[in-house]
């Protein structure tokens, strides 16, 4: 049985996010049917709009999260889940003063990321993205 020590997995830096993401668990690591992302979204910090073909549970384990599905927002503590379906259209952004740390878990050892127009686009919030894409890094 493998156990995987999560600081010791390579972090990346999200497409102009400023999210900094683990792959925990994946094909590389020898699943075949999920994978599990652990994210961490610094004060300011997104993702992009974006949607999976596979089911996909993110769990806040620390902050709050702002979270858009489709036309939908919702403020998600600390200690709660979300399910999203696949397809489903979502975002994210942290509005906090404090980082968000969440984990994802999607029913695909390879899932893909795909964007409704082919391309990530940052979360539209408020005035700071009425004028497009702005790349906050």
């Known amino acids: 049985m493998p156990i995987i020590h999560h600081n010791k997995q390579a972090s990346k830096k999200g497409y102009f996010s400023k999210v900094i993401s683990r792959d925990i668990i994946n094909a590389s690591t020898g699943a075949s049917a999920f994978t599990v992302w652990e994210q961490d979204i610094p004060v300011g910090g997104y993702i992009a709009t974006h949607y999976h073909d596979v089911e996909e549970a993110i769990m806040i384990t620390s902050g709050k999260l702002q979270l858009k599905l489709g036309e939908e927002e919702h403020t998600v503590p600390e200690n709660a889940t ?4 696949p397809h489903q259209v979502h975002s994210a952004k942290n509005l906090t003063e404090s980082p968000v740390r969440l984990i994802a878990i999607l029913e695909s050892a390879n899932p893909k990321v795909l964007y409704p127009d082919e391309k990530p ?3 539209r919030w408020g005035e700071d993205f009425i004028n497009g894409v702005k790349d906050e890094s």
């Open 82 to 85: 979300i399910f999203i379906s």
């Open 121 to 123: 686009a940052p979360v």
